[in-house]
T-cell receptor
Framework: RKEVEQDPGPFNVPEGATVAFNCTYS??????FFWYRQDCRKEPKLLMSVYSSGNEDGRFTAQLNRASQYISLLIRDSKLSDSATYLC????????????FGAGTRLFVKA | GAVVSQHPSWVICKSGTSVKIECRSLDFQATTMFWYRQFPKQSLMLMAT?????????EQGVEKDKFLINHASLTLSTLTVTSAHPEDSSFYIC?????????????FGPGTRLTVL
């Protein structure tokens, strides 16, 4: 079982749609949680950290459920520019505080 | 924000040669640097964790004698792919954790695309 698992995707949605990404993690030593965005042939860019209380940044909302070991990202009113791969990531409290990434979910937003 | 550079941004080499990739933190000191590899349409796979002044910690399945990591200073880590073969062709990305920042802060370099002929 992979340490971090995501929906395989891809997601194809029209502009303005609401898109939900799901992620589960298996390592109980996971202490910090993130969503990254990666454009084709580029490095990942931090989109937002994820907190147990949930957090929102404009059209983006992230949720964390530690009991279920589940992380989500919601994008509202999707834009063409949101097309990218979205990576879920967790940082462990052991092993040098390394960060493990999920396989990513590709999003295509179409006009 | 903090900047991490990688050099070269891309490299093409013949099978059997060695390739060195540099990762630099330009405006901060990085006690820890991470090296990742990403094959097409796959996620970033952590190869090793590098701490300044000590030996790197490699992930399971990553050959330490093939992927040599040196972290000689707080701003520079190098990854050398020794005797590269076509299956080593990949996108190599480093990231750095700032010395005085929280553990949440990790900054990525732009990546190095390696093609082995």
């Amino acid at each position: 079982r992979k340490e971090v698992e995501q929906d395989p995707g891809p997601f194809n949605v029209p502009e303005g749609a609401t898109v939900a990404f799901n992620c589960t993690y298996s390592n109980s030593a996971s202490q910090s949680f993130f969503w990254y965005r990666q454009d084709c042939r580029k490095e990942p860019k931090l989109l937002m950290s994820v907190y147990s209380s949930g957090n929102e940044d404009g059209r983006f909302t992230a949720q964390l459920n530690r009991a279920s070991q589940y992380i989500s990202l919601l994008i509202r009113d999707s834009k063409l520019s949101d097309s990218a791969t979205y990576l879920c990531a967790v940082t462990l409290s052991t092993g040098g505080f390394k960060t493990i990434f999920g396989a990513g979910t590709r999003l295509f937003v179409k006009a | 924000g903090a900047v991490v550079s990688q050099h070269p941004s891309w490299v093409i080499c013949k099978s059997g040669t060695s390739v060195k990739i540099e990762c630099r933190s330009l405006d901060f000191q990085a006690t820890t640097m991470f090296w990742y590899r990403q094959f097409p349409k796959q996620s970033l796979m952590l190869m090793a964790t590098s701490n300044e002044g000590s030996k790197a910690t490699y992930e399971q399945g990553v050959e330490k004698d093939k992927f040599l990591i040196n972290h000689a200073s707080l701003t520079l880590s190098t990854l050398t792919v020794t005797s590269a073969h076509p299956e080593d062709s990949s996108f190599y990305i480093c990231s750095a954790r700032a010395r005085l920042a929280g553990l949440n802060e990790q900054f990525f370099g732009p990546g190095t695309r390696l093609t082995v002929l």
